[in-house]
């Protein structure tokens, strides 16, 4: 509902991944050069680690969206722990190759290889593997015996491997050593800096047409910042929050301070802080509090509290008004 206080075009920190708000930080640029050049090899796998919520997914939803849909047969899956036999019905199922259920391996292998050949005549197939770090080496050894397959001597699929950064240990190990051999291309997504998390907030209000509405202090951008640790689905989530509270206030600019009040409840919300970092272990015996200090407390909690009450009305308002016009 801040899109329309605001007149934006759109929400602009949804946390579904979707290429028109791509921002090219220089990680996801270097990225984005490593996907490129992995695809331009025509074989083997392609690899992107990062933190949870690091924009893996989106930059492959950017790479999908430039790439010819009529040259290149894309299959994605998101995994689980699934069994080699189990992954290979993921991938023919997303390859559109029907009904898997109580075939045979011999057979499913059998349609994979008359799928890609056919493909091969027009294009390639890609086939993105994300979460990879919850597979079995034995689902990796499958992956690695698809690659096996060729068609005329050319690799009949390229694989792009996207999970968390306990995946670069496990593809080190021993088990995995054919499958690493395989590897054309590797990169590590890291965070935002704090230039680039400024630029990125920008970059998502300007897609859905902000007009510096609501403006931004200089310490605030700061301040999603410290909070996020440049993790561009923390940055959205806090983000969100953050216009939220503001339209339901009717505010025009967004301060340090608000940004600190909504992370703080948000991380009340969620039952653990945005950031990663943790936290120092509370003291065993905790000093006591003097009475200005305590009086301060009460005062923030019951802020905290009035502030929640009138969002919680304003919110009930906007319903109440959005039911009474759709009857």
Known sequence: MYDKFYRLGGVPFLLTPDSRFFFGSSGHSRAMAHLVYGLSQEEGFIVITG???AGKTTLVEQLCS????????????????VSGDDLLRLIMANFGLGETQGVDKATLLRRFEHMVSDQR?????????DEVQNLSVAALEELRMLSNITVNGRASVQTILLGQPQFRPMLASPDLEQLR?????SYHLGPLTERETRAYIEHRLKTVGWNDDPHWDDAAFFQVFRETEGIPR?????????????????????????VERTSSELNQDLGAGLASTPQPAPPQA???????ALVRRVEALEQTTARQ???FRRLLDLLGSGAEASR
């Open 286 to 292: 905790a000093a006591p509090i003097g009475q200005d």
């Open 309 to 311: 009450q009138r969002v």
């Open 234 to 258: 923390r940055i959205n989530t806090l983000c969100s929050r953050i216009l939220l509270y503001a339209a339901l206030d009717e505010a025009h600019t967004i301060t340090r301070a608000m």
């Open 51 to 53: 933190e949870v919520g």
């Open 66 to 81: 430039q790439l010819d849909r009529q040259a290149y047969a894309i299959a994605r899956i998101v995994t689980t722990q």
């Open 121 to 129: 005549r027009m294009g390639r197939c890609v086939l993105v593997v």
């Open 181 to 185: 051999q395989r590897v054309l291309a």
